[in-house]
Each structure stands twice: as structure tokens, then as C-alpha cells.
């Protein structure tokens, strides 16, 4: 196995310090860069703990993650805040936008924490135009408020945040689940475009299998991982 790809885990093991008697265990993982791949589990099945792996917000006891080539283990809080800055783009269930700042305030936020991805934009209003027109978010939408756009309007500028300045990764945490099925295939359609546009690597999660033909490789959490819970 290389170590040059995007995500890259090897005998990773994970236990939460509140919670003596929880285990969890990725033998391998590894996702190519450019790759699209669907990571499907149920809730409770160990998703958002390798979610914060892969982010560096949680550090395994034991294993190897690697971002990009980069073993997250030897570095310190700071740079790993950095790195996932610069390297990962993520679109959260919630959104997590900013609601009383403007669209563009929201979508430009990651520029502040990342000089790699804001030297790649040489416009900024300019870029925020383009991705909200390539996402097909009304004109004029960048001056209005976060809180006063739908959610499909949100969903999309939460997108527009995470791809803005071309981070080699994007990481997508159940993006289609308050989707009926007609909009959420629009919404892949954009998305896809996008990550095809910038050759970013797509790592999505969802509990939802139908979504499988769209990508390039089906992950499953009981097949990747082994999650040991606390006895009764």
C-alpha cells in the first residue's frame, strides 16, 4: 500500500478515555486521490469516530492515519487544525453556517484558516460567484443572511464553503439526508460536477445504499472497522 493517498488508515485503534471499555479498530482503509467513494453505516456504527480520525480532532492510540501523505500522530493540535484546514473541506449534516453573517461571509470563512487555499483564489467575490452559480444558487444570494435561505439553499452554500480554494479532500457527513429523492439526485449532480471540476477526492457518509451507483467504491462500516461497545 502506498502512502501517498488522500486518507490513508493502517491497524488504527481508537478507545474514548471517558469510556474504559470501547474499542474501535480500522485494520486498513486507504482512499486514492480523485477517488469517489460512499462510506455506509448505521447510527451507532462507529461513523463519526472515524470521521474524527480522519479529520485529526480525535488522535488514535495506535495505527497510522495519514492525510495526503501527512501522519497526523506526530503532529501537535495546532498543526493539525492547520493541515485539516488546508487539505480538508467538510460539509456537516447540520451545515454549520454562520447565521447571521452573509452567504459570502460564510463561504469565504475557511480562506481565514488556510493561506494555501486562499492563494489559490485570486477573486474571492469572484470565486463565491462562481460557486454559487455552479451549485445553482439564485443570484444576488451572496449578500443575504445564512438564516433566511432554505435548507436546500443552505445545504448548498455549506458545499460551496468546503470546495472553495480547491482543498484536495472533501468530506461530506450525510449530506442528502433532509433531501426527498428528486432533490437529492439535483444535489449530487452539483456536487459531483464540482468535485470532477477541482479532481478533489470525495469521502461521503450515509446510511442510505441507494446512492451506491454514483460513486466509484462502496465502503461499509462492518466491514472496515470493528467497534467493541461498553458491556451492559
Known amino acids: 500500500m502506498t502512502s501517498k493517498g488522500a486518507i490513508t488508515l493502517e491497524e488504527v485503534r481508537f478507545a474514548w478515555a471517558s469510556r474504559a471499555s470501547f474499542g474501535f479498530t480500522v485494520p486498513q482503509l486507504y482512499v486514492a486521490p480523485g477517488e469517489r467513494v460512499l462510506l455506509l453505516g448505521a447510527s451507532g456504527s462507529g461513523k463519526s469516530t472515524l470521521l474524527s480520525l480522519i479529520c485529526g480532532t480525535a488522535l488514535a492510540q495506535s495505527g497510522r492515519v495519514e492525510i ?3 501522519a497526523l500522530a506526530g503532529l501537535s493540535g495546532a498543526r493539525r487544525d492547520r493541515l485539516r484546514a488546508e487539505e480538508i473541506g467538510v460539509v456537516f449534516q447540520q451545515f454549520n453556517l454562520l447565521p447571521f453573517a452573509s452567504v459570502r461571509d460564510n463561504i469565504l470563512l475557511p480562506l481565514r484558516f488556510a493561506p494555501r487555499r486562499r492563494a489559490r483564489v485570486a477573486d ?10 455552479a451549485l445553482d444558487l439564485p443570484e444576488g444570494i451572496a449578500t443575504q443572511k445564512a438564516d433566511a435561505l432554505s435548507v436546500g439553499q443552505q445545504q448548498r452554500v455549506a458545499v460551496a464553503r468546503a ?5 484536495p479532500i472533501l ?4 449530506p442528502t ?5 428528486t432533490t437529492q439526485g439535483r444535489f449530487l449532480d452539483l ?7 477541482q479532481g478533489t477526492t470525495l469521502l461521503m457518509v450515509s ?21 467493541e461497545r461498553p458491556a451492559a
Do not use: N
Open 124 to 133: 474571492p467575490r469572484a470565486e463565491v460567484s462562481r460557486l454559487c452559480g
Open 171 to 174: 468530506i461530506a457527513d450525510e
Open 177 to 181: 439526508s433532509a433531501l426527498d429523492e
Open 207 to 227: 446510511h442510505d445504499p441507494r446512492l451506491a451507483p454514483r460513486f466509484d467504491r462502496v465502503l461499509r462500516m462492518d466491514e472496515i472497522a470493528r467497534v
Open 68 to 70: 495526503s501523505g501527512t
Open 191 to 197: 456536487l459531483f460536477d464540482q468535485v470532477a471540476a
Open 163 to 167: 470546495l472553495i480554494g480547491q482543498p
